[in-house]
């Protein structure tokens, strides 16, 4: 098992945020956590990377407790993450955020940087311009982009559609299946839009208020009555 999480918890001062949640991700799986705004999302996934301290728990990364390991680290151990309304370097050029994405990984940018251009061919466009001169989509395919440089063993994906025209989305889900499915990579994405991440994912958790209410093959969720009622609208 590449992710395993026990009896999560995360709190906000005196405010739990996340109650005691379980779930895992294997090697090479799709997982997605599907759930409304303020579940905890992206509590969650910060809590993983190392970005948020938890209350009580236990986080595994391919069997070593992680739980309290500070984020550079999980970042040497290959933990990668798209964070929500994705930020880069503001005032780095396009091929510069790229160039900070392989920081503390043995992989070299040179050997990345085709595969990853030719997955965001705007990207190649624009290597040389400042990455705040982005539209908020080629932003969006820029904070991908630089998180699969170092070669990730798990990559963390808040929110990926948010903001990006319907047909943007679609390709940006496509990128990450063919990353999944061709490549390999292990994926933990997070969203609201429950149809789009179970179409691609292999396995999905429901989170409603901080706690997994429904898990399962993401093919019977999307077939689930309480499922397509809360999230699918139908
Ligand atoms: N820095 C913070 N301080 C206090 N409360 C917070 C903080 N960040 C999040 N929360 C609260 O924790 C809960 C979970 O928030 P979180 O951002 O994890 O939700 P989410 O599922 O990612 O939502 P969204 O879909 O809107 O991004 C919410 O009730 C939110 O108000
Ligand atoms: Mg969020």
Redesign the pocket.
Known sequence: MLLEVNDLSVS??D?E?VHGISFHVENGEFVSII??????????LRALMGLQNVKSGKILFDGTDITDMPAHRRANLGIRIVP?RARCFPQLTVYENLRMGVYGRSSSLKNELGSTYELFPILKERSDQYANTLSGGEQQQLAIARALVSSPRLLLV??VSMGLMPKLAIQVFEVLRSLNKDKGLTILL?E?NALSSLKISDRGYV?ET?KIEIEGLSSDLINDDRVREAYLGS
């Open positions: 906000y001062g405010i945020a759930g409304a705004n303020g579940a905890g999302k992206t509590t969650t929500e808040d929110e997070v609201q989170l901080g």
